[in-house]
Protein backbone atom coordinates (compact mmCIF):
# COMPACT_ATOMS: atom_id res chain seq x y z
CA UNK A 1 0.00 0.00 0.00
CA UNK A 2 1.31 3.53 -0.70
CA UNK A 3 2.92 5.40 1.70
CA UNK A 4 1.19 2.74 4.45
CA UNK A 5 3.22 -0.18 5.64
CA UNK A 6 1.75 -3.36 7.52
CA UNK A 7 3.66 -5.83 9.98
CA UNK A 8 1.73 -8.92 11.15
CA UNK A 9 1.82 -9.61 14.91
CA UNK A 10 0.79 -12.06 17.20
CA UNK A 11 -1.56 -11.51 20.09
CA UNK A 12 0.62 -11.90 22.86
CA UNK A 13 3.06 -9.82 20.81
CA UNK A 14 1.78 -6.73 21.25
CA UNK A 15 3.49 -4.46 24.21
CA UNK A 16 1.99 -1.94 26.61
CA UNK A 17 2.47 0.86 24.04
CA UNK A 18 0.55 -1.18 21.36
CA UNK A 19 -2.25 -1.81 23.92
CA UNK A 20 -2.27 1.92 25.21
CA UNK A 21 -2.57 3.26 21.58
CA UNK A 22 -4.92 0.75 20.72
CA UNK A 23 -7.68 1.79 22.82
CA UNK A 24 -6.72 5.54 22.46
CA UNK A 25 -7.51 5.31 18.66
CA UNK A 26 -10.96 3.27 19.60
CA UNK A 27 -11.98 6.01 21.87
CA UNK A 28 -11.32 8.81 19.17
CA UNK A 29 -13.70 7.25 17.09
CA UNK A 30 -16.60 8.22 19.17
CA UNK A 31 -18.32 4.45 19.26
CA UNK A 32 -19.72 2.46 21.93
CA UNK A 33 -16.85 0.84 24.08
CA UNK A 34 -18.00 -2.25 23.05
CA UNK A 35 -15.29 -4.89 24.95
CA UNK A 36 -15.28 -7.18 22.25
CA UNK A 37 -13.21 -4.90 20.39
CA UNK A 38 -10.52 -4.10 22.52
CA UNK A 39 -7.25 -5.97 22.16
CA UNK A 40 -7.95 -7.81 25.80
CA UNK A 41 -10.10 -9.69 23.82
CA UNK A 42 -8.25 -10.32 21.00
CA UNK A 43 -5.02 -11.05 24.02
CA UNK A 44 -7.17 -14.31 24.67
CA UNK A 45 -8.44 -15.59 21.93
CA UNK A 46 -4.62 -15.46 20.79
CA UNK A 47 -4.35 -17.78 23.60
CA UNK A 48 -6.92 -20.49 22.68
CA UNK A 49 -6.79 -20.03 18.60
CA UNK A 50 -3.23 -20.40 17.05
CA UNK A 51 -4.42 -18.71 13.77
CA UNK A 52 -4.84 -15.52 15.83
CA UNK A 53 -3.20 -12.17 14.58
CA UNK A 54 -2.90 -8.46 14.57
CA UNK A 55 -2.35 -6.62 11.72
CA UNK A 56 -0.86 -3.18 12.88
CA UNK A 57 -0.75 -0.47 10.16
CA UNK A 58 1.86 2.65 9.96
CA UNK A 59 1.30 5.69 8.87
CA UNK A 60 4.66 8.38 8.32
CA UNK A 61 6.50 5.44 10.78
CA UNK A 62 3.80 5.07 13.29
CA UNK A 63 0.90 2.67 14.40
CA UNK A 64 -2.05 4.24 13.04
CA UNK A 65 -4.70 1.14 13.54
CA UNK A 66 -4.82 -2.63 14.17
CA UNK A 67 -7.30 -5.37 12.69
CA UNK A 68 -7.12 -8.39 14.79
CA UNK A 69 -8.31 -11.71 12.88
CA UNK A 70 -7.86 -15.37 12.59
CA UNK A 71 -5.98 -16.98 9.90
CA UNK A 72 -6.71 -20.78 9.03
CA UNK A 73 -5.05 -22.90 6.07
CA UNK A 74 -5.83 -22.01 2.18
CA UNK A 75 -5.96 -18.13 3.62
CA UNK A 76 -9.48 -18.18 4.62
CA UNK A 77 -9.63 -15.39 7.50
CA UNK A 78 -12.32 -14.24 9.34
CA UNK A 79 -13.03 -11.83 12.54
CA UNK A 80 -11.51 -12.66 15.63
CA UNK A 81 -13.53 -15.32 18.00
CA UNK A 82 -16.04 -15.46 15.15
CA UNK A 83 -18.90 -17.25 16.21
CA UNK A 84 -18.84 -15.63 19.85
CA UNK A 85 -18.08 -12.51 18.85
CA UNK A 86 -20.55 -9.74 18.57
CA UNK A 87 -18.89 -6.22 17.53
CA UNK A 88 -16.16 -7.05 14.50
CA UNK A 89 -13.54 -5.00 12.69
CA UNK A 90 -10.71 -2.73 12.38
CA UNK A 91 -9.68 0.10 15.15
CA UNK A 92 -8.14 2.95 12.93
CA UNK A 93 -7.33 6.23 13.78
CA UNK A 94 -9.58 8.58 12.54
CA UNK A 95 -8.88 9.91 8.85
CA UNK A 96 -6.81 6.22 8.07
CA UNK A 97 -8.03 5.03 4.77
CA UNK A 98 -7.32 1.68 3.75
CA UNK A 99 -8.03 -0.78 1.24
CA UNK A 100 -9.93 -4.17 1.94
CA UNK A 101 -8.36 -6.04 -0.28
CA UNK A 102 -4.89 -4.95 0.05
CA UNK A 103 -5.27 -5.09 3.77
CA UNK A 104 -5.91 -8.88 3.09
CA UNK A 105 -3.31 -9.56 0.50
CA UNK A 106 -0.55 -7.55 3.31
CA UNK A 107 -2.19 -10.26 6.12
CA UNK A 108 -1.75 -13.02 3.59
CA UNK A 109 -5.65 -13.76 3.51
CA UNK A 110 -8.04 -14.59 0.26
CA UNK A 111 -10.70 -13.96 2.20
CA UNK A 112 -12.02 -12.75 5.65
CA UNK A 113 -15.37 -13.09 6.98
CA UNK A 114 -17.71 -11.63 9.21
CA UNK A 115 -20.77 -11.78 11.08
CA UNK A 116 -21.17 -8.87 13.62
CA UNK A 117 -19.18 -5.68 11.88
CA UNK A 118 -19.64 -2.90 13.92
CA UNK A 119 -21.72 -0.17 11.88
CA UNK A 120 -19.08 2.82 10.64
CA UNK A 121 -16.31 0.42 9.72
CA UNK A 122 -16.14 1.69 6.05
CA UNK A 123 -13.11 -0.20 4.91
CA UNK A 124 -15.28 -3.10 4.84
CA UNK A 125 -18.78 -1.46 4.71
CA UNK A 126 -19.30 -2.37 0.85
CA UNK A 127 -18.22 -5.78 1.40
CA UNK A 128 -21.33 -6.18 3.50
CA UNK A 129 -24.26 -8.75 2.45
CA UNK A 130 -26.90 -8.43 5.12
CA UNK A 131 -28.07 -5.82 7.63
CA UNK A 132 -28.73 -7.04 10.87
CA UNK A 133 -30.52 -5.34 14.08
CA UNK A 134 -28.66 -5.75 17.24
CA UNK A 135 -30.96 -4.37 20.01
CA UNK A 136 -29.48 -2.71 22.99
CA UNK A 137 -30.57 -0.99 26.43
CA UNK A 138 -29.85 2.45 27.19
CA UNK A 139 -29.44 2.84 31.30
CA UNK A 140 -27.53 5.69 30.81
CA UNK A 141 -30.44 8.21 32.10
CA UNK A 142 -30.59 5.48 35.39
CA UNK A 143 -32.68 2.57 35.75
CA UNK A 144 -35.75 4.26 37.25
CA UNK A 145 -35.94 6.18 33.70
CA UNK A 146 -35.33 3.20 31.99
CA UNK A 147 -38.32 1.53 33.96
CA UNK A 148 -40.72 3.94 33.57
CA UNK A 149 -40.03 3.52 29.74
CA UNK A 150 -40.08 -0.02 30.36
CA UNK A 151 -43.64 0.35 31.58
CA UNK A 152 -44.99 1.91 29.13
CA UNK A 153 -43.78 0.10 26.25
CA UNK A 154 -44.54 -2.98 27.85
CA UNK A 155 -46.16 -3.09 31.18
CA UNK A 156 -47.33 -6.42 31.01
CA UNK A 157 -43.78 -7.45 31.25
CA UNK A 158 -42.55 -5.86 33.97
CA UNK A 159 -45.73 -6.56 36.13
CA UNK A 160 -45.85 -10.37 35.69
CA UNK A 161 -41.60 -10.67 36.02
CA UNK A 162 -42.15 -8.66 39.10
CA UNK A 163 -45.14 -10.88 40.34
CA UNK A 164 -42.78 -13.92 39.01
CA UNK A 165 -40.25 -12.85 41.54
CA UNK A 166 -42.57 -12.61 44.50
CA UNK A 167 -43.93 -16.16 43.67
CA UNK A 168 -40.28 -17.47 43.65
CA UNK A 169 -39.54 -16.15 47.19
CA UNK A 170 -42.84 -17.02 48.56
CA UNK A 171 -42.04 -21.02 47.25
CA UNK A 172 -38.49 -21.74 46.78
CA UNK A 173 -36.92 -19.34 49.46
CA UNK A 174 -35.06 -15.79 49.77
CA UNK A 175 -34.02 -14.36 46.43
CA UNK A 176 -31.01 -13.04 46.00
CA UNK A 177 -28.84 -11.29 43.07
CA UNK A 178 -24.88 -10.66 42.40
CA UNK A 179 -23.38 -8.30 39.83
CA UNK A 180 -20.08 -9.81 39.70
CA UNK A 181 -19.61 -13.17 41.51
CA UNK A 182 -16.48 -15.31 41.13
CA UNK A 183 -17.49 -18.52 41.67
CA UNK A 184 -16.23 -20.89 39.14
CA UNK A 185 -18.68 -23.64 40.00
CA UNK A 186 -21.43 -21.76 39.20
CA UNK A 187 -19.73 -20.84 35.65
CA UNK A 188 -19.50 -24.07 35.68
CA UNK A 189 -23.41 -24.87 36.25
CA UNK A 190 -23.75 -21.55 33.49
CA UNK A 191 -22.29 -23.72 31.02
CA UNK A 192 -24.04 -27.07 31.85
CA UNK A 193 -27.35 -25.33 31.60
CA UNK A 194 -26.67 -23.31 28.15
CA UNK A 195 -25.06 -26.40 26.71
CA UNK A 196 -28.39 -28.30 27.15
CA UNK A 197 -29.91 -25.41 25.96
CA UNK A 198 -28.51 -25.43 22.99
CA UNK A 199 -28.83 -29.54 22.44
CA UNK A 200 -32.95 -28.89 23.32
CA UNK A 201 -33.76 -26.25 20.91
CA UNK A 202 -31.62 -27.64 18.17
CA UNK A 203 -28.27 -25.48 18.11
CA UNK A 204 -25.27 -26.24 17.76
CA UNK A 205 -23.32 -26.07 21.63
CA UNK A 206 -20.46 -23.55 21.50
CA UNK A 207 -19.69 -25.27 25.00
CA UNK A 208 -18.53 -28.30 22.75
CA UNK A 209 -16.43 -26.70 21.17
CA UNK A 210 -13.37 -26.86 23.47
CA UNK A 211 -11.46 -22.87 22.53
CA UNK A 212 -15.15 -21.46 23.59
CA UNK A 213 -14.47 -23.19 26.88
CA UNK A 214 -11.18 -22.38 27.41
CA UNK A 215 -11.68 -18.63 26.45
CA UNK A 216 -15.06 -18.17 28.80
CA UNK A 217 -12.29 -19.43 31.29
CA UNK A 218 -9.71 -16.77 30.53
CA UNK A 219 -12.47 -14.30 30.42
CA UNK A 220 -13.94 -14.99 33.66
CA UNK A 221 -10.63 -14.46 35.70
CA UNK A 222 -9.22 -11.17 33.93
CA UNK A 223 -9.31 -7.83 35.75
CA UNK A 224 -9.12 -5.52 32.52
CA UNK A 225 -11.99 -2.82 33.14
CA UNK A 226 -12.27 -2.18 29.38
CA UNK A 227 -13.08 -5.76 28.54
CA UNK A 228 -13.60 -8.41 31.58
CA UNK A 229 -16.27 -11.32 32.50
CA UNK A 230 -18.96 -10.38 34.41
CA UNK A 231 -20.86 -13.18 35.64
CA UNK A 232 -24.07 -12.71 37.26
CA UNK A 233 -26.33 -15.29 39.27
CA UNK A 234 -29.82 -14.72 40.58
CA UNK A 235 -30.17 -17.51 43.61
CA UNK A 236 -33.10 -18.66 45.52
CA UNK A 237 -33.13 -20.16 48.95
CA UNK A 238 -29.35 -19.83 48.56
CA UNK A 239 -28.85 -21.68 45.36
CA UNK A 240 -28.89 -20.76 41.36
CA UNK A 241 -31.53 -20.56 39.66
CA UNK A 242 -30.50 -18.34 36.87
CA UNK A 243 -26.79 -16.75 35.36
CA UNK A 244 -25.47 -14.98 32.87
CA UNK A 245 -21.68 -14.43 31.63
CA UNK A 246 -20.96 -11.54 29.54
CA UNK A 247 -18.54 -9.24 28.85
CA UNK A 248 -18.14 -5.42 29.77
CA UNK A 249 -16.21 -2.30 29.45
CA UNK A 250 -16.69 0.43 31.94
CA UNK A 251 -20.01 1.78 29.73
CA UNK A 252 -21.22 -0.99 27.66
CA UNK A 253 -22.19 -4.65 28.90
CA UNK A 254 -22.01 -7.51 25.96
CA UNK A 255 -25.07 -9.62 26.81
CA UNK A 256 -23.25 -13.10 25.82
CA UNK A 257 -24.38 -16.71 27.30
CA UNK A 258 -27.19 -16.60 29.63
CA UNK A 259 -29.65 -19.57 31.19
CA UNK A 260 -31.05 -20.91 33.82
CA UNK A 261 -32.02 -24.42 35.61
CA UNK A 262 -35.27 -25.42 34.12
CA UNK A 263 -36.36 -27.10 37.28
CA UNK A 264 -37.62 -23.45 38.00
CA UNK A 265 -38.67 -21.98 34.84
CA UNK A 266 -42.51 -21.43 35.93
CA UNK A 267 -40.74 -18.60 37.61
CA UNK A 268 -39.05 -17.01 34.82
CA UNK A 269 -36.20 -16.98 36.45
CA UNK A 270 -34.46 -15.29 33.54
CA UNK A 271 -36.43 -12.71 33.09
CA UNK A 272 -36.19 -11.86 36.93
CA UNK A 273 -32.12 -12.01 36.15
CA UNK A 274 -32.29 -9.27 33.51
CA UNK A 275 -34.52 -6.91 35.33
CA UNK A 276 -31.70 -7.47 38.35
CA UNK A 277 -29.10 -6.93 36.16
CA UNK A 278 -30.10 -3.67 34.29
CA UNK A 279 -30.77 -2.01 38.15
CA UNK A 280 -27.52 -2.68 39.03
CA UNK A 281 -25.64 -2.26 36.02
CA UNK A 282 -26.69 0.88 35.63
CA UNK A 283 -25.54 1.87 39.31
CA UNK A 284 -22.55 0.73 38.30
CA UNK A 285 -21.97 2.93 35.39
CA UNK A 286 -23.38 1.11 32.64
CA UNK A 287 -24.71 3.19 30.26
CA UNK A 288 -25.57 0.71 27.31
CA UNK A 289 -26.10 -3.17 27.36
CA UNK A 290 -25.87 -4.79 23.70
CA UNK A 291 -28.25 -7.31 23.37
CA UNK A 292 -26.84 -8.94 20.30
CA UNK A 293 -28.51 -10.27 17.05
CA UNK A 294 -30.84 -13.48 16.98
CA UNK A 295 -34.87 -13.32 17.10
CA UNK A 296 -35.78 -13.53 20.74
CA UNK A 297 -39.41 -12.27 22.45
CA UNK A 298 -37.63 -11.09 25.12
CA UNK A 299 -35.15 -8.37 23.33
CA UNK A 300 -37.89 -7.03 22.04
CA UNK A 301 -39.61 -6.15 25.27
CA UNK A 302 -36.31 -4.89 26.72
CA UNK A 303 -34.94 -2.70 23.98
CA UNK A 304 -35.02 1.10 23.45
CA UNK A 305 -33.40 1.15 20.22
CA UNK A 306 -31.13 -1.29 17.70
CA UNK A 307 -27.83 -0.89 16.50
CA UNK A 308 -27.11 -2.11 12.82
CA UNK A 309 -24.14 -4.90 12.46
CA UNK A 310 -23.43 -6.46 8.97
CA UNK A 311 -22.67 -10.18 7.74
CA UNK A 312 -20.51 -10.75 4.52
CA UNK A 313 -17.07 -11.42 3.66
CA UNK A 314 -14.00 -9.47 1.57
CA UNK A 315 -12.99 -11.76 -0.80
CA UNK A 316 -10.33 -11.63 -3.17
CA UNK A 317 -9.97 -13.00 -6.96
CA UNK A 318 -7.45 -15.56 -6.09
CA UNK A 319 -7.85 -19.48 -6.28
CA UNK A 320 -8.48 -19.61 -2.21
CA UNK A 321 -11.32 -17.68 -2.23
CA UNK A 322 -13.54 -20.03 -3.92
CA UNK A 323 -13.25 -22.69 -0.92
CA UNK A 324 -15.39 -19.48 1.23
CA UNK A 325 -17.92 -19.40 -1.39
CA UNK A 326 -18.04 -22.66 -1.69
CA UNK A 327 -18.51 -23.11 2.23
CA UNK A 328 -20.35 -20.39 3.51
CA UNK A 329 -22.43 -18.68 0.70
CA UNK A 330 -25.10 -21.30 0.46
CA UNK A 331 -25.81 -21.45 4.13
CA UNK A 332 -25.69 -17.71 4.26
CA UNK A 333 -28.15 -17.73 1.44
CA UNK A 334 -30.34 -20.03 2.58
CA UNK A 335 -30.33 -18.50 6.63
CA UNK A 336 -31.60 -15.45 4.43
CA UNK A 337 -34.22 -17.14 2.63
CA UNK A 338 -35.47 -18.33 6.11
CA UNK A 339 -35.45 -15.12 7.85
CA UNK A 340 -36.77 -13.04 5.44
CA UNK A 341 -40.19 -15.63 5.94
CA UNK A 342 -41.58 -15.33 9.42
CA UNK A 343 -43.90 -18.10 8.88
CA UNK A 344 -41.06 -20.53 7.59
CA UNK A 345 -38.75 -19.49 10.42
CA UNK A 346 -41.46 -20.31 12.86
CA UNK A 347 -41.11 -23.70 11.29
CA UNK A 348 -37.75 -23.87 11.47
CA UNK A 349 -37.29 -22.96 14.76
CA UNK A 350 -40.32 -25.76 15.59
CA UNK A 351 -38.09 -28.35 13.68
CA UNK A 352 -35.46 -27.50 15.28
CA UNK A 353 -36.79 -27.74 18.69
CA UNK A 354 -38.10 -31.59 17.51
CA UNK A 355 -34.58 -32.59 16.47
CA UNK A 356 -33.29 -31.57 19.86
CA UNK A 357 -35.58 -33.40 21.93
CA UNK A 358 -35.36 -36.40 19.53
CA UNK A 359 -31.12 -36.22 20.46
CA UNK A 360 -32.21 -35.99 23.72
CA UNK A 361 -33.83 -38.98 24.00
CA UNK A 362 -31.71 -40.67 21.93
CA UNK A 363 -28.87 -40.17 24.64
CA UNK A 364 -31.28 -40.73 27.13
CA UNK A 365 -32.32 -43.80 25.93
Not at 5 to 33: C, Q, T, Y
Not at 165 to 187: I, K, Y
Amino acid sequence: MPGKRILVLRPDELGPDHIKLWREIRALSGAPANPFLDPAFTAAVGRVRPGARVAVLHEDGAPAGYFPYERSPLGRGRAIGLGVSDSQGAVLRPGTGVDARRLLRACGLASWEFDSLEDGQHTFAAHAVEELASPVVDIDAGFDRYLERLRGTAPGFVRQTRAKERRLARQVGEVRFVLDSRDPAVLRELMRWKSAQYRRTGRRDRFAQEWINRLVGLLAQGGEPECRGLLSVLYAAGRPVAAHFGLRSATVLSWWFPAYDRAYGKYSPGLVLQLRMLEAAAADGVRMVDLGTGPARYKESLKTRDLRVYEGAVIRPVPGAAVHLLAREPARAARRFVRDRPRLAAAAARALAAAGRRRGSVRGG
